[in-house]
């Protein structure tokens, strides 16, 4: 069998999902085979993913900081640190394995739930508002 995956978007038809699913894999089970269950929620989308990166676009070509304009890479990461310690969740900072310097550790924004993208999306507006940055893609919501 292969890899059985289904998003559920409401409850009628997360059920039919589920009963579809237990009638493939009850009689394989009754025969011995094992599986894993995975259930998660649905990560971030392409279009949230796109107006995550125009706006950290954005950013990068409107402030400078530490005395220079950064990369969107480095100002994702900035913003990204910035947005997990402001909710709680654990950033580290690490010796670099070379011994030169340290780096910084958390969880990346491929990673995130659609809610998550959400939250950082509105995080980095305002933060954006704060310093003064215009978005040049308006601020539609992506949910």
Known sequence: ??????????AQ?????????????????ISGHKFILSVKPEKRSLDQNAKLHA???????????AGTYRSLDT???????AWFRAKGEN?????????????IVFRHT???TKSECADLV??????????????T????EIT
Do not use: C
């Open 1 to 10: 069998m292969q890899e059985f995956k289904r998003l559920l978007y409401n």
């Open 13 to 29: 038809q997360g059920n039919v999902e589920l009963s579809q699913a237990w009638k493939i894999i009850k009689p394989m089970l």
């Open 55 to 65: 706006m950290i676009n954005d950013i990068a070509k409107q402030i400078e900081w």
């Open 75 to 81: 100002w994702k990461r900035l913003l990204t640190a």
């Open 91 to 103: 950033v580290e900072m690490l010796p670099a394995i070379d011994g030169h310097g340290f780096d």
């Open 110 to 112: 491929s990673k995130l």
């Open 122 to 135: 509105e995080f980095i507006y305002a933060w954006g508002a704060e310093k003064g940055v215009k978005f």
């Open 137 to 140: 893609g308006g601020q539609d």
